[in-house]
């Protein structure tokens, strides 16, 4: 599986676009981009997927570059609510492979 | 709420009881899994359940022992514990275990003393 790598941390102001970047520039064609966010203990929370195309749900949206090696997460509007570490992982859907591993991900602190 | 129930969410145990952990998921799902966050720590992945097999074991020590009856239920039966046992412990569940949308509970709190 392809390995992924994010910024340690990030600022962001309330009210304003949260942008998170990850890198995976070995990913696999049939592996898709997965995103979790946890928020200080509590247990993580699926965000979004997506394979190639732009993503968008009610939580965020997800734009994956033409050659896929990396990919960014927008919270359009980032309220304090949305402070927690942010995981980007890279996973071949119904692959058989081994489960979601979390890395150390990026830590966003929404700021007033 | 995510739909994945867990119980206790705090739970202090000394070194020689003998304690479970309940996992209960309302989804529909097949399979269930159990993590462990220790304080600092990336999520450890411990137990994979798939239509009610085990299909993984993160070399977990025997001190900790899983059970799911079915497929919407998943226990971590705890016995002889050590301090660094101490963690959140958490479960999760998704549709099969190739799908990797994953609903967490809540997490259940354990200090070991």
């Known amino acids: 599986d392809a390995k992924t790598t994010q910024p340690t941390s990030m600022d962001c102001a309330e009210g304003r676009a949260a942008n998170l970047p990850c890198n995976h520039s070995t990913i696999s064609g049939n592996e898709y981009v997965y995103w979790y966010r946890q928020i200080h203990s509590q247990g993580p929370q699926y965000i979004i997927h997506g394979l190639k195309n732009n993503e968008t749900n009610e939580m965020a949206s997800l734009i994956i570059t033409e050659d896929r090696k990396s990919s960014t997460l927008i919270l359009p509007h980032a309220t304090l609510r949305d402070t927690a570490v942010y995981y980007c992982i890279v996973r071949a859907f119904l692959s058989g492979n081994t489960p979601l591993v979390f890395g150390k991900g990026t830590r966003l602190s929404v700021i007033a | 709420e995510t739909g994945v129930t867990q119980t206790p969410r705090h739970l202090v145990m000394g070194m020689t009881n003998k304690k479970s952990l309940k996992c209960e998921q309302h989804?529909?799902?097949?399979?269930m899994y159990w993590y462990k966050q220790s304080a600092k720590k990336p999520l450890e992945l411990m137990f994979v359940y798939n239509f009610k097999e085990q299909t993984e074991n993160n070399s977990v020590p025997s001190r900790f022992s899983p059970e799911c009856p079915n497929s919407s239920h998943l226990f971590l039966h705890l016995h002889t514990l050590q301090p660094e046992d101490s963690a959140l412990y958490l479960c999760a569940s998704s549709q099969d275990r190739g799908h990797y949308e994953q609903y967490f509970g809540p997490g259940t709190r354990l200090t070991v003393t």
């Open positions: 989804l529909g799902h097949n399979a």
